[in-house]
């Protein structure tokens, strides 16, 4: 007898994730296509592609290229052994990617995920004080609204209560420092915020409560993206630096958000002229199509694994798909569209004429800041090809306004994402001026009816 759960319309099984699953089960959205800017829905709608599906599309959707080179390898070389064995994109890929950062950042290591970067990272760095005989600095720290994944080191140095309340005790030896977002101070501010350089001195008082000797490293976004686009107040991540450099503490960038030219520049750390030891990233490596994540490791930490006889692993850590051959395959094919079609520099500030179609940022914040006075906005933030509208929560009801608005841009034909009662903008890069004024008109109408 045919099995009665198996069925295409039967939405009961698939527990989704982050996603209040009743809600979205009564009142389905499914998207079947992608091209370009704009998605199919099941009912046929087009919707603007606000988000870069989750900050991962950066190339725009099913760009010949990529989906080319992700067919080809597959009939290729499906799968080959990650451990002690190899295959040439691999190789070629860590080079290509070491390329686009200065030196000494030249080395990668392969995941398959944010959260599996971010893991890796922390590992790396717990080791490489153990490998050079300081095996004291256990200590990690993260900071308050941060998010580095799911995973049990991610939810331990991220700071979302929601995310780390379930499950139970975490990472021990885990600390972290306050968050720089301050409305009070900064709102409505185009660009990085003038107010909360001091706020990095935060590092410096819990580095000495726990003594410098036990702390490995700290990790944190240089643009913060899940919690709602929190921007560092000029002058926080070279104090940062300095306090790390002070106090020989590793600096950790999560950069999956940030990384492949979300800033207008093709990683963070060069936009705000800051090198970490470590830079995690995923998402827009791949541009959202075959998952992959990375981390680059500075040579220094790289090196000092590379001791000991020569046949022992060096390093006890990895996935079976590391450096998958169509995650390579994917991945090298999108920096060939980033760079064919200079993406990477793409939302940089129009530094000729505004709207000539040249660095979108400056036409992004232009267009972006005009939501200021509509209803319930309480801030309206950008820096390169990200945004943020801030609203102020319905009394009681926290999230439920953005919620709300995420529903009503969906149904007008563009995909935003919210957080808290923030609504959070990441467009593909390859999108032009009509297409951020398609997203800005259609959010100016669904402010004007929020309840
Ligand atoms: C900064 C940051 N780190 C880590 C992650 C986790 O990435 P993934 O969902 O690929 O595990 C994300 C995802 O949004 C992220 O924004």
Request: hydrophobic share 40%.
């Amino acid at each position: 007898m045919a099995d009665t759960r198996i069925s295409t319309n039967n939405l009961d099984s698939f527990w989704m994730p982050f996603t209040a699953n009743r809600q979205f089960k009564q009142e389905p959205r499914l998207l079947v296509s992608a091209k370009d800017m704009y998605y199919t829905t099941s009912d046929g709608r087009k919707v603007l592609d606000g988000t870069a599906g989750l900050w991962c599309v950066n190339a725009g959707h099913g760009r010949p290229k990529i989906v080319e080179a992700i067919a080809r390898q597959a009939g290729e070389l499906d799968y080959a052994p990650a451990f002690q064995m190899g295959h040439p994109k691999a190789f070629e890929l860590a080079s290509r990617l070491v390329s686009l950062l200065p030196s000494p950042m030249d080395h990668v290591f392969f995941t398959n995920s944010g959260s599996e970067a971010v893991e890796t990272a922390l590992k790396i760095a717990l080791a490489y004080h153990r490998v050079k005989g300081n095996g004291s600095k256990f200590r990690l720290i993260g900071r308050e609204r941060g998010y580095h994944g799911v995973n049990f080191g991610g939810i331990s140095v991220g700071g979302i209560v929601t995310n780390r309340k379930m499950f139970g005790t975490l990472l021990t030896g885990v600390d972290h420092i306050r968050h720089t977002h301050d409305l009070a101070r900064n709102a409505f501010t185009r660009g990085e915020p003038e107010y909360g350089e001091e706020l990095a001195d935060d590092l410096e008082r819990v580095v000495l409560l726990h003594d410098p000797s036990t702390v490995a490293a700290v990790i944190v976004e240089p643009v913060a993206g899940s919690t709602g686009v929190l921007i560092p107040p000029k002058g926080y991540l070279q104090k940062l630096r300095a306090i790390c450099d002070k106090h020989d503490i590793l600096l950790i960038f999560d950069e999956v958000i940030t990384g492949f030219g979300r800033l207008g520049t093709p990683f963070a750390t060069d936009y705000f002229g800051v090198m970490p030891d470590m830079i995690t990233t995923a998402k827009g490596i791949s541009n959202g199509t075959v998952p992959m994540g990375a981390v680059f490791v500075q040579s220094k930490i790289h090196d000092a694994f590379m001791t000991g006889p020569e046949h022992l692993i060096e390093f006890f850590h990895g996935y079976t798909y590391s450096a998958h051959p169509l995650a390579c395959a994917a991945a090298l094919a999108t920096l060939d569209t980033y760079a064919e079609e200079g993406l990477l520099t793409a939302g940089a500030m129009d530094k000729d004429e505004p709207g000539d179609g040249k660095g979108l940022g400056t036409y992004w914040q232009t267009a972006l800041h005009t939501l200021r006075g509509m209803p319930h906005v309480i801030d309206v933030r950008n820096i390169g090809l990200v945004g943020a509208i801030e609203l102020a929560p319905m009394p009681g009801e926290p999230t439920k306004r953005a919620f709300t608005a995420f529903l009503k841009a969906y149904e007008k034909g563009v995909l935003i994402r919210t957080t808290g009662d923030i609504i959070a903008l990441s467009p593909p890069l390859m999108l032009q001026e009509h297409h951020i004024d398609e997203i800005v008109a259609t959010l100016a109408m669904v402010l004007k009816d929020l309840p």
